[in-house]
């Protein structure tokens, strides 16, 4: 296989803190490889050394001199007043820059210079790159091309440079946290974008649904070293805990060893021959393995919450616009205690909104809201909260709380932060000395050390890692009060959600008792359903009036009119071959290997499609109306 990159012997220390101790590790081609640690472990100083923003101590770093490699930063930061479409051809690398030579020729009717561009747009294949350059920009809804980047939020700035970055078509694709601000319908267009594509890939990401659709390949970062798994994400988890168990294991057999050799080292003179000295060099290694500390956490930990009576808060009718923009529309309901739910619905379509009314940040236009006498409401909010940069992590959470009452009793500030995957070491350390996923993670614990009955969480899982992530989880599921979540994250709502408030951006508020994965079947199918609904309605019979008729103008362009007619022969194409596969796959007569795997792979692809084709249909089916 082709290495693409190669990473050796790579050390760095940040201040006293020692990030990587002499890691190594290379990417093939046709990999496509997640990176996992915790935060403050060297996720993004790994990727800066990659990319070359920063140097390590020693080691050394190369890829293939043949490929072009191209990285989506956490947060792109745009300078200039350029349009969105001329953002993405600055980014465009040789093709974007052909296209603008050829333009350029034309404009200027260069002859001399038109013959050599011709013949390069033909060896690039750029004749069709504007027509990419607008597909994949409206696939990621961005349809203002003429619009200044300055003005466009933080996701909309991630959707541009992921369009750019995607359109310049790089061998080897390096991705920071891809998935952050990104609407659901987005994330699994990329997440099917980055399946099919021939590239290779190093990822940082916590969407584990993502993660373990994406990727072949997972590097963990742990204890300053680099452990492999040639897998997907649940390879990994089952992998990790059995290497937790293995070490825990050596770890309780070391600190044995070592309560006797400490005897034989306090018993030895000073003067000590070479014998001596190499059991000596023994003892430190073994001191060393014992002090190691693999992952332990208690999950049958409960958290009390404050006691809240039978009345938790009651929404009335409630609305609010923007201008003539409806943003929600009547909403009314009764939360119940210890209920949770997920906020769902694309971005702008008022989820934050609905938090704000909810927790009096913001008056309802019409209706009103009645909250418990009892009700105690814990609001994480994505700006994040201002804290003082110079205190210790540990003074943050003491200034609010010294203890914090679990079902069994109460665990100090100090046992709070090692649950919450704060080591000791870091509860002295200065709040300016953390990395973005610290500050996020301390952050959320200052709003659950106050111990809320009500606990509102708009995206918490931005910038999280997954380990901190599957603690989250394990506190949300024995929190005693109710929760209400927004995330993009689907793992995460599907773990924590026991049902759905549904945004579509017109207003309504739709309930859906289940978690997210069932509501995407329950899409898919009732696409399904009305697909075939359509399919059988009978042309009605048109009388033609004498009377002049205004003409009506189509609702869907010529191309979508042809595409719409195009996806019902590609549904019954689809569907027939499906029935055909699923007969062999289910015949009597036995089926070879490699004919059993083909079958069984086209038959996964084909669904895929059937799925896309039909989300495509429907779309266009409500646009016609």
Known sequence: MTAYLTVENLNYHWGDICLFDDISFGINEGQKTALIARNGTGKSTLLNMLTGKM??????????????????????????????????????GDVADTVRQYEQAIASSDENALTPLIEKMDALGAWDFEQR???????LHITDLSQRIATLSGGQQKRVALAALLISEPNFLILDEPTNHLDLDIIYWLEDYLTRANITLLMVTHDRYFLDRVCNDIIELDNRQ???YAGNYSYFLQKRQERNESMAAEVDKAKNLLRREQDWMNRQPQARGTKAKYRIDAFYDLKQRAQLTPEQRSIDLKFEAQRMGRKVIDAYGISKSYGSKK???????????????????PNGAGKTTLLNMLTG?????DGYIETGETISIGYYKQEGIVVDENKKVIEVITDIAENVPTASGSMSAAQFLRFFLFPNELHYVAVNKLSGGERKRLYLLT????????????????????????VLEDYL?????????????RFFVDKVAEHLFVLDGSGAVK??????????????????????????????????????????????????????????????????????????LSGGAPLEQNKLMELTSEYEKLSQELDDIEMRWLELDEKNG
Not at 458 to 470: A, F, G, R, S, Y
């Open 133 to 139: 350059v607008r597909q994949i920009l409206s696939q």
């Open 55 to 92: 140097q390590p101590d020693s080691g050394r770093i190369s890829f293939n001199d043949s490929i072009r490699v191209g990285y989506l930063e956490q947060s792109p930061i745009f300078t200039g007043n350029n349009t969105v479409i001329e953002q993405v051809f600055d980014y465009g």
């Open 511 to 584: 309930n859906f008792m289940g978690n997210y994965s069932e509501y995407i079947d329950w899409c898919k199918a009732d696409a399904a359903l009305r697909r075939e609904q359509h399919a059988e309605e009978k042309p009605k019979v048109i009388v033609e009036s004498a009377k002049p008729k205004s003409v009506r103008k189509p609702k869907l362009t010529f191309a979508e009119r042809k595409e719409y007619e195009s996806l019902e022969t590609q549904i019954a194409a689809a569907t027939t071959r499906k029935k055909e596969i699923e007969t062999l």
């Open 361 to 365: 940040n913001l008056a309802p236009d």
């Open 477 to 489: 599921q024995h929190f005693n009060g109710t929760v209400i979540i927004v995330s993009h994250d």
């Open 226 to 228: 680099i452990y492999r």
């Open 327 to 345: 943003i929600i529309d009547e909403f009314s309901y009764k939360f119940m205690p210890r209920e949770k739910v997920a906020i769902v619905g």
């Open 447 to 470: 709003v659950l050390v106050r111990n809320p009955n009500f606990l509102i969480l708009d995206e918490p899982t931005n910038d999280l890692d997954i380990l901190t992530l599957n």
